[in-house]
């Protein structure tokens, strides 16, 4: 359970990249001190800002959301280990694609900042 609880995190982290490369190509993601931006020009700063806000608090939160996905997989796909694996891999997707939406949308959910 604990090999899938890290296994969930470090993936949630490494899954957040792409994810947030790709959410800032289609709609927009917040660059650090720039505001929002979107389209294939704000592709590279997206990820600077992952890393960014990452070490701001972002790769700890990642970090526990997709390691209690990764026993959620855990507990529901056992014994079979496959199934664990690709479970534990959707549920640190999924963490890893609230967060970035959460930080697309958080000028709307908390205000102007």
């Given amino acids: 359970m604990i090999v899938c609880a890290r296994r969930g995190g470090l993936r949630a982290i490494l899954l957040a990249f792409p994810l947030a490369a ?3 190509l289609l709609y927009r993601f917040p660059q650090p001190m720039a505001g929002y931006e979107g ?3 704000a592709i ?3 990820i600077f800002a992952v890393i960014f806000y990452g070490l701001f608090g972002g790769f700890p939160a990642l970090y526990v959301l997709g390691g209690l996905g990764g026993v959620a ?3 529901v796909g056992r014994p079979d280990e496959r199934r664990v694996r690709r479970m534990t891999l959707a549920c640190a997707g999924l963490a890893a694609l609230i967060a970035v939406l959460f930080m697309a949308e958080l000028d709307k959910i908390i205000g102007p900042y």
């Fill in 39 to 41: 389209g294939l020009s």
């Fill in 73 to 75: 997989a855990h507990l």
């Fill in 44 to 46: 590279v700063p997206s």
């Fill in 22 to 24: 790709i959410c800032a």
